[in-house]
Every structure is written in structure tokens, then in C-alpha cells.
Antibody
Framework: EVQLVQSGAEVKKPGESLKISCKGS????????IGWVRQMPGKGLEWMGI????????RYSPSFQGQVTISADKSISTAYLQWSSLKASDTAMYYC???????????WGQGTLVTVSS | EIVMTQSPATLSVSPGERATLSCRAS??????LAWYQQKPGQAPRLLIY???TRATGIPARFSGSGSGTEFTLTISSLQSEDFAVYYC??????????FGGGTKVEIK
């Protein structure tokens, strides 16, 4: 069974750093892209970027380029999304997702809620 | 960037009735269009890909149509579990992907 299990909810202060994770299981982790999607409170889905764990090829949505860093450790089948300096506007639910070779999201993680507040 | 526009923003439908949701692309995406359903407190799930192919386990009451810039998701007879938010997503510009703003299907 394909599963993407994300790390737990986080509460941080503005200016702090954060790294959340997404562990894949039940499939070949290095053979599928992993993407990250933001959902701000009460809002829609926003595409952030993707990584191919097989070779760490990473692409960012223009809206998120320079704002976050996506990485992966294929030895432990885990992808990451990190911030160096959080802002209150980063408060959102973040989903990781598995993508097929053409960009269809066929599996989703359960989401990680990030709250940034002073 | 390809902009995806969904309409209406909210659709009020009675159980058992038909629901028709629209998605428009700012430029042609061929048939590279997927639909997702999101219920409150849950992650989205894939319903339709290739504009009209149902994903595994999706009931036949869900159908998708269209190509190019105009797409439709139809739910033939709404069940209680179908009240949710629906998103379209283009993948024609892969690895550039974009979602529509969503349509909330609520109980009338």
C-alpha cells in the first residue's frame, strides 16, 4: 500500500527556521516525483514545487522560488520542505504528494499544519 | 503560467440532483487535466485524470469531459458524501502545474 506520512503539526515564531518531512512507503521512492502543496486557512491549493528523489532534480513554482527549499534523502525515503526564516503568512497546511511521470497527483500525505505566531 | 478558473465558486445542490462544475484554462492544456475532491479536514483525493478517466475506486456517477480550454466535472446524482470542494489541475505545462480556485458543492 502506497503511503506518504508527514511530520506533525508545528508552532513557530516569526524568524525561526523549520523543516517538515514526508516519508514514502509501499513503492519505489526514487521512481516518482514528490511535490509540496500549500493550503492557507480557508483557501485553495497552491503548487509549491517538486523533487525527483532519484537524482534530486528540483523545480519550484515561481511564487515559491527563493522562499522555501525542497530536498530529499532517498536512503530513508523522505522528502523535506524547509524555511530559513518563517513569516506569519507561512501559516498554512502543507501537503506532500506523489506524482506520476506526467504530473498527476495520485497519492497525498495527511498534511502538516504550520502555525507561525508571535 | 497557465491560469485555471473554476466556476461557480459555490454550487448549492439537493441530494439526488445533478451537479455540473466548470474549469477553464487560460491557454490550451489538451486533455492534461485532473479533478480532485477535498472534504473538510482531509487531504484531497484524485477523481479524474486525462480530463475524463476515473481514478481507481471512483464511482461512475463522477464523469469528466472537455479538452483544450474548457472542462466539466459532472456528478450525476449527488450523494451525501459528495458535498465537498472540487479542484481542477492542469499538468500540460509539466513540471509547471497549476490548480483552479475550487468549487464548493454544498447542500441546498
Amino acid at each position: 500500500e502506497v503511503q506518504l506520512v508527514q511530520s506533525g503539526a508545528e508552532v513557530k515564531k516569526p524568524g525561526e527556521s523549520l523543516k517538515i518531512s514526508c516519508k514514502g512507503s509501499g513503492y519505489s521512492f526514487t521512481s516518482y516525483w514528490i511535490g509540496w502543496v500549500r493550503q492557507m486557512p480557508g483557501k485553495g491549493l497552491e503548487w509549491m514545487g517538486i523533487i525527483y528523489p532519484g537524482d534530486s532534480d528540483t523545480r519550484y513554482s515561481p511564487s515559491f522560488q527563493g522562499q522555501v527549499t525542497i530536498s530529499a534523502d532517498k536512503s530513508i525515503s523522505t522528502a523535506y520542505l524547509q524555511w530559513s526564516s518563517l513569516k506569519a503568512s507561512d501559516t498554512a497546511m502543507y501537503y506532500c504528494a506523489r506524482l506520476t511521470t506526467v504530473g498527476i497527483i495520485d497519492y497525498w500525505g495527511q498534511g502538516t499544519l504550520v502555525t507561525v505566531s508571535s | 503560467e497557465i491560469v485555471m478558473t473554476q466556476s461557480p465558486a459555490t454550487l448549492s445542490v439537493s441530494p439526488g440532483e445533478r451537479a455540473t462544475l466548470s474549469c477553464r484554462a487560460s491557454q490550451s492544456v489538451s486533455s492534461n487535466l485532473a479533478w480532485y475532491q477535498q472534504k473538510p479536514g482531509q487531504a484531497p483525493r484524485l477523481l479524474i485524470y486525462g480530463a475524463s478517466t476515473r481514478a481507481t475506486g471512483i464511482p461512475a456517477r463522477f464523469s469528466g469531459s472537455g479538452s483544450g480550454t474548457e472542462f466539466t466535472l459532472t456528478i450525476s446524482s449527488l450523494q451525501s458524501e459528495d458535498f465537498a470542494v472540487y479542484y481542477c489541475q492542469q499538468y500540460n505545462n509539466w513540471p509547471g502545474l497549476t490548480f483552479g480556485g475550487g468549487t464548493k458543492v454544498e447542500i441546498k
